[in-house]
């Protein structure tokens, strides 16, 4: 249909807006704008984004598209406003309004899920409103997203809400402009759903008719809850009850691995952990990730069995609405809002539902099945899940940026924009603390947390995961990349979808894929020193390498130097067992007299035979294993129920001393090869461990900058990136980076995505982008 004729002040603008447009708000708010102005089109979704379509003065239209940019959602992102030809086949309507949504190959992405926003909430806890206690309350700005949506554009029909007909409120909302429900998509109350259920431990449904105060009551009670909640189920157990937490630990076969809190605000972190002001920030930032904080010297006996032996507690606050009734109905259903900002006694375990590790639940029935025998009961809803997403995990850095540990919900599809477009690659990512990538043009698109590949179901979600990510972003890859490493699952999966798809397959070795990946995210071109120290990953020599510099150019890798090797008696016991690592250090020493005594309860006799006369034992150049043996000479950890333990040991001890000098000539440096064997003898004389721990933690950084700063100056490279699970250690990455930058050279870091093995397969596709080279 052919433009109206237009007075010559008037003018016409169809534009498209890219970035995260749909599901934020984005159509309202251009709606409101242009009624405003008193302009006349329409908005619509579009696969590739938010198409506006407006006419009136031309300086209106300047005022307009300045203030799209300028006043848009806060949970929007733009990153481009593109003006596209009116043609004669644009539909014109006096007016304007918002038009159906117009399919076609995706180019926008999904938002994610975000927190019950100020608004939600007031009504949430306001006994006239019609919503008051309803456990699904959400609007234009909050609520699911990611974990609901099938396929793009993000519309009710293809979400799990499809299952729900609007009642006639709640379409009145859907169609009023002024109304924050305008367009919200996952909109519902009372009357239409999503409804509450409670089940008990055979997953016979409960006749009740609160399941909120019921849930609340066998909580108090000591039981053990499996919740259902945006991205999966939790189980939930009273933090305060010393025995639900023992049986919770023990129903689920987790030892000591540190439980994750729900409080309800920052008033009640305070008074178990130190918060700082970055810290609550993230604590109340619409993601609501789970916090690492610092614990209170009284929380260890206020909270047993939470986090014992370690420093740290995770935090996360309320995120659903039905989470923050659950405090709600514990604070007696105070009257006003006062009551948020106080602190509030009840403290939830909060902990993912994977039973053996595996993948998240997030279907009833399933949860009835494989949660049996752990959970006593079950607060479930008829919304599904269509997508399974964990908690995300970050941790603060004084001074810095937050440093993710885990990347999932409220983060996740947010894309990370690259330097430049590339071929579309989807990569597999690492073995462990899984996750894939999906590359368009100049995005990348990493997945929720999935987990370590050992499980048949964690593949499986795998699988899920990277079909999900194609099928929304509506992408065939050109590219498969994978670890180098030949039996991984993840490399497994690689050449059956090479072979599949008729792509080339890019194997990247485990170390440049850390490293890449701190290229990619800073969108950095050119060579690069690299620093990538973690607990393994395959070589290029077929070795057992994790503490690496490294030469980085595009998709080539150069390996400048490693640290000296240790013994690994018993392989990858050895990473479960510290105390092999110190007997090895001790046999290295010629110390191995010692081993027995030292070891007496742990066979260490037997080790000691083993290591004189035994076969070659194989190596590793990683410095996870060099803390392990710290912590095994030290005492303070023999055996890991998890990993990464024996470090977080190690690193409190050493916040709690404070800062050390180094030790004096306690690293060797030569060609290219650092040694810290002189400081691990050290350690095996030490007394006073927390003072231990924290010389030890200086001359590591001391030794690792040197290293860095001597390379530097020898390839004349001016930036360093840091990689790897080892730089999660804030003391060793705070005094590395200081070092660095003293010495005139730019540190990069992780920020975008976790310094761990989560962030590999960011890694993988960016250097998939810029090779050829197939396996």
Known sequence: MAL???????????????????????????????????????????????????????????????????????????????????????????????VESRPGLAQTEIGPDLATCPDCLEELFDRRNRRYRHAFINCTYCGPRFTLTRSLPYDRPQTSMAAFA????????????????????????????????LADAAGKRIACDDPIASTLQRLHAGEILAIKGLGGYHLAVDARNAAAVARLRERKGREEKPFAL???????????????????ALLQSPERPIVLLRKRAETEAALPGIAPDIAWLGVMLPYTPLHALLFFEAAGRPAGPAWREASQALALVMTSANPHDEPLVIDDSEAFSRLAGIADAYLGHDRAIAVRADDSVLRAAPGGAPAFVRRA?????????????????????????????????????????????DHTRTRQAQREAAAHLLRVLEIRPQRIACDLHPDYASTRLAQELARELGVPLVA??????????????????????????????????????GGELLHLDGGQ???????????????????????????????????GEEIAQRFAQRS????????????????????????DAAAGLLGIAQIMSF????????????????????????????????????????????????????????????????????????ESLSTVALGGGCFLNQILSGALTQKLEAAGLRVLGAQAAPPNDGGISLGQAWVAQQTTKEV
């Open 508 to 545: 990247v070795q485990h170390h440049q894929a850390h490293i890449a990946a701190i290229a990619a995210e800073h969108r950095w071109s050119g060579p690069l020193l690299g620093l990538a120290c973690d607990g393994s990953g395959y070589g290029s020599d077929g070795g057992l390498w």
């Open 4 to 98: 109206p004729a237009l007075a010559p002040a008037l003018a016409a603008q169809r534009l498209l807006v890219r970035g995260r447009v749909q599901g934020v708000g984005f159509r309202p708010f251009v709606y409101r704008l242009a009624r405003e102005l008193a302009l006349e089109g329409w908005v619509q979704n579009t696969a590739a984004g938010v198409e506006v379509l407006v006419s009136g003065e031309r300086e209106v239209l300047q005022a307009f598209q300045e203030r799209l940019g300028r006043e848009a959602p806060a949970t929007a992102r733009i990153d481009g406003i593109i003006e596209l030809p009116l043609g004669d086949e644009v539909c014109w309507t006096p007016g304007f309004r918002i």
């Open 409 to 453: 919900r409220g983060y996740t599809p947010s894309p990370i924009l690259l330097a430049q477009e590339g071929p579309a690659v989807l990569a597999l990512g690492a073995h462990l603390k899984n996750t894939v990538c999906v590359t368009r043009g100049r995005e990348a698109f990493l997945s929720q947390h999935l987990g370590d590949l």
């Open 262 to 280: 729900m409080l309800a605000n920052v008033a009640s972190a305070r008074e178990l952990a130190q918060v700082d002001a970055q810290e609550a």
């Open 166 to 197: 609007l009642c006639p409120n709640c379409a009145a909302e859907y169609a009023h402009p002024a109304d924050r429900r305008f367009h919200a998509q996952a909109n519902g109350c009372p009357d239409c759903g999503p409804r509450l259920s």
């Open 557 to 591: 890798m150069r390996r400048l130097g490693h640290l000296r090797p240790l013994p690994l008696p018993g392989g990858d016991r050895a990473a479960r067992e510290p105390w092999r690592l110190a007997a090895a250090v001790l046999h290295t020493l010629g110390r």
């Open 604 to 627: 260490g006799a037997a080790l000691t035979q083993w290591l004189v006369a035994g076969p070659a034992l194989p190596q590793t150049s990683s410095l996870g294993r060099v803390f």
């Open 643 to 714: 990993e990464g333990q024996a470090a977080m040991r190690l690193e409190g001890l050493a916040e709690r001393f404070g800062p050390a000098e180094q030790l004096a000539q306690g690293y060797r440096l030569e060609a290219g090869q650092l040694d810290f064997l002189p400081l691990l003898a050290w350690l095996a004389e030490a007394r006073a461990v927390e003072r231990a721990a924290a010389v030890f933690h200086a001359t590591v950084a001391a030794g690792l900058a040197n290293w860095c700063i001597e390379a530097a100056r020898r």
